[in-house]
């Protein structure tokens, strides 16, 4: 069934995936499967997003998985699935991320090289992937998890293990440093 | 309304006002901010699907679900001091005797307090998602260093008599019971998922040094300041030491596991 990740939360999808969690945690493998099926795609976005290509998100995705089968007793029946589900994703990019962090390093593209660009380049550099590509991984994480997978703020601060205030600040960081790379000062 | 407006809202996840829009209309920067699409076009295929499935299915049996913070709490506070006491009778109560009234008030204090916090703290690391109302980090920071200075203020003198050879029955006491507790405590949160491994031993480790400091403090009657803080208190950092080690192994298992795990689906 088709699921629009950005309104899941507290509406009624966000109960129907707590109703999942706690069958899967009594060994229900079809929500298990139904767990699979509804929130991979988001996940999927959430990963491709913060990676070079979609092996590597489909790695990551499947590293996922595991973990949350190996965490699924660590879910509180009445506690929203989505802040605890995207805590483990957190990490895993987080994991991935300092294993692999020299490869991360040579892909980035440099910043003063894109602002000093001419228009078409930087119209060009106005691809999502080459934005994102300039952020901290943090902040890119948190736009990521905002804009693509539909957190809200209190959500995406308990998957990011910090405060609500301390992700809009990290969410403001981030746009201003978009808006630099999108063209100059005002 | 300005440009950092218009980024205070987006990061806020407001809707846009009319003002807003209006601004967005005639700003090309504030338009192309408001309008990126940060969603790839990219699609999961179904093969892809079928594998994560085997993953989150694969040997599936019922768990019972972590109780709730508060209770999860109340028991690691009940059990180490329980721990304490059984720890510290056979040993002997000197300690106790030996402090003047404010004293114990302060230091048996300052070391319940730290019980309490730490063992939030703990909670909140073994709980994916949790609502963090603590800084594990500063946390930490604040009750080592309160420890060491209440020490100091309580305990003035810094002879050193006989220090090496008093001094390693306390640490030999302290940290087996330190590593017994340890072990307890791991036990009483083996439900829980540590997301950050390394960072959950540092303080679970801290919380098993607090209790061999606590049975310490309850066996024994020197009181200088130097045969605390090199002592009893070093349980804290030893503990915090040998925490992250535990956390760096269970990391390296996990992540072993699972590429077993996928090495597997993939044949």
């Keep these: ?186 | 309304m300005t440009c950092r407006d218009i980024r205070q809202c987006l990061s806020e996840g407001r809707p846009l006002s009319a003002e807003a829009q209006a601004h967005i209309a005639g700003c090309p920067i504030c338009q192309a901010l408001a309008s990126t699409d940060f969603d790839t076009a990219e699609r999961l295929e179904p093969q892809a699907l079928s594998r994560f499935k085997a993953a989150a299915t694969n040997g599936l049996v019922a768990v019972r679900p972590l109780p709730s913070d508060r209770q999860l709490t109340f028991l690691l506070i009940a059990l180490f001091f329980c721990f304490i006491i059984g720890a510290a009778l056979p040993s002997g109560t000197a300690g106790l005797h030996a402090l003047r009234p404010g004293q114990l008030i302060l230091y048996y204090g300052a070391l319940t307090l730290s019980v309490l916090f730490t063992a939030s703290a703990i909670v909140q690391e073994i709980t994916p998602g949790s609502r963090r109302y603590l800084n594990t980090g500063r946390v930490l920071l604040v009750e080592g260093a309160g420890i060491v200075l209440l020490t100091a203020l309580l305990f003035h003198s810094v002879s050193t008599h006989r220090f090496v050879e008093f001094g390693h029955g306390c640490f030999e006491l302290g940290a087996s019971c330190s590593l017994a507790s340890a072990v307890l405590f791991s036990y009483a949160l083996r439900g829980g998922y540590p997301v950050a491994p390394v960072r959950t031993g540092i303080v679970t480790g801290f919380f098993a040094g607090l209790s061999g400091v606590a049975v310490l403090a309850v066996h024994c009657p020197l009181l200088t300041f130097a045969h605390i803080a090199t002592w009893h208190l070093c349980m804290l950092p030893l503990g915090m030491g040998v925490g992250a080690l535990a956390g760096l192994l269970i990391q390296k298992r996990a992540s072993l596991r699972n590429l077993r795990a996928r090495s597997g689906e993939a044949r």
Excluded: C
């Design chain 1, 1 to 186: 069934m088709p699921v629009d990740a950005a309104k899941v939360g507290k509406s009624r999808q966000g109960q129907d995936l707590e109703r999942l969690m706690v069958r899967y945690q009594n060994a229900d493998a079809q929500a298990g499967v139904a767990l699979v099926e509804v929130l991979s795609p988001p996940l999927f976005q959430f990963f491709r997003a913060q990676t070079r290509n979609r092996q590597d998100a489909e790695d990551l995705l499947q590293d996922l998985w595991l973990r949350v089968h190996n965490a699924r007793a660590s879910f509180r029946p009445g506690e929203p699935v989505l802040p605890w589900l995207y805590s483990i994703a957190h990490r895993v990019r987080v994991d991935r991320y300092r294993k692999n962090r020299r490869v991360w390093q040579h892909e980035v593209v440099d910043e003063s090289t894109l602002l000093n660009a001419p228009a078409q380049a930087r119209a060009a550099a106005s691809d999502v992937t080459a934005l994102l590509s300039q952020l901290p991984d943090s902040q890119r994480e948190l736009l990521i998890m905002l804009k693509v997978s539909g957190l809200s703020l209190e959500e995406a601060a308990r998957a990011t293990g910090s405060t609500v205030g301390a992700v809009k600040q990290k969410a403001h960081r981030a746009y201003e440093k978009l808006r630099k790379l999108l063209g100059g000062a005002q």
